[in-house]
């Protein structure tokens, strides 16, 4: 079965400064991977997704993903932060395939610093 | 199209009584999740159903919690009796295949 570890629960970053939060799966199969952003009082929304083609992936703020087969990780940067990109961010995969489960992470806090 | 809608968007309830939570996919998905998010134990899949037949809800922590899908357009969680244990946000998520699920805004559970 599938997983997805994100490998920090909380990244404090000073604003225009570049984060990366890091995402990390295993799986015996092909995979599509996604990150999730969820503002405070929200609904987590689609930031952006990998399902096939090239392995960079945008999303229409600033973000991009990388995806890496070797290294099995979905790693998610940003060259520079705003204070409104405060949330929190999950990443998540699911098996081409397969019925329509997506495994999420337990989710990355981005503390934006002045 | 208005994304998923649940209702309502918050709830306060009293320990021992039945809570029934909504939920409207977007026209045209064939997926729908029921999530539950708590800080201790984050996003939770509770159950999914796929053309309105549920496909695993291994997910489901007790007997008191039940869903139901009567058609494409409408799902209901039920959690009879509730517990204060039971208080989480409670999302609903529709998808088309596999291409990323659509959140909805989540109802706010508060059992006293």
């Known amino acids: 079965a599938q997983s997805v570890t994100q490998l920090d629960s909380q990244v404090p970053v000073f604003e225009e400064a570049p984060v990366e939060l890091r995402c990390n799966y295993s799986s015996s199969v092909s995979v599509y991977l996604f990150w999730y952003v969820q503002y405070p009082n929200q609904g987590l929304q689609l930031l952006l997704k990998y399902l096939s083609g090239s392995t960079l992936v945008e999303s229409i703020n600033g973000f991009e993903a990388e995806f890496n087969k070797s290294q099995t990780s979905f790693h998610l940067r940003k060259p520079s932060v705003h204070i409104s990109d405060t949330a929190e961010y999950f990443c998540a995969v699911s098996e081409w395939n397969r019925d329509d489960k997506i495994i999420f992470g337990k989710g990355t806090r981005l503390h934006i610093l002045p | 199209d208005a994304g998923v809608i649940q209702s309502p968007r918050h709830e306060v309830t009293e320990m021992g009584q039945e809570v029934t939570l909504r939920c409207k996919p977007i026209?045209?998905?064939?997926?729908l999740f029921w999530y539950r998010q708590t800080m201790m134990r984050g996003l939770e899949l509770l159950i999914y159903?796929?053309?309105?037949?549920?496909?695993?809800d291994s997910g489901m922590p007790e007997d008191r919690f039940s869903a139901k899908m009567p058609n494409a357009s409408f799902s209901t969680l039920k959690i009879q009796p509730s517990e204060p244990r039971d208080s989480a946000v409670y999302f609903c998520?529709?998808?088309?295949?596999?291409?990323?699920?659509?959140f909805g805004s989540g109802t706010r559970l508060t059992v006293v």
């Open positions: 998520a529709s998808s088309l295949s596999n291409y990323g699920y659509t």
């Open positions: 159903f796929n053309n309105n037949v549920p496909i695993d």
């Open positions: 026209s045209g998905h064939d997926y």
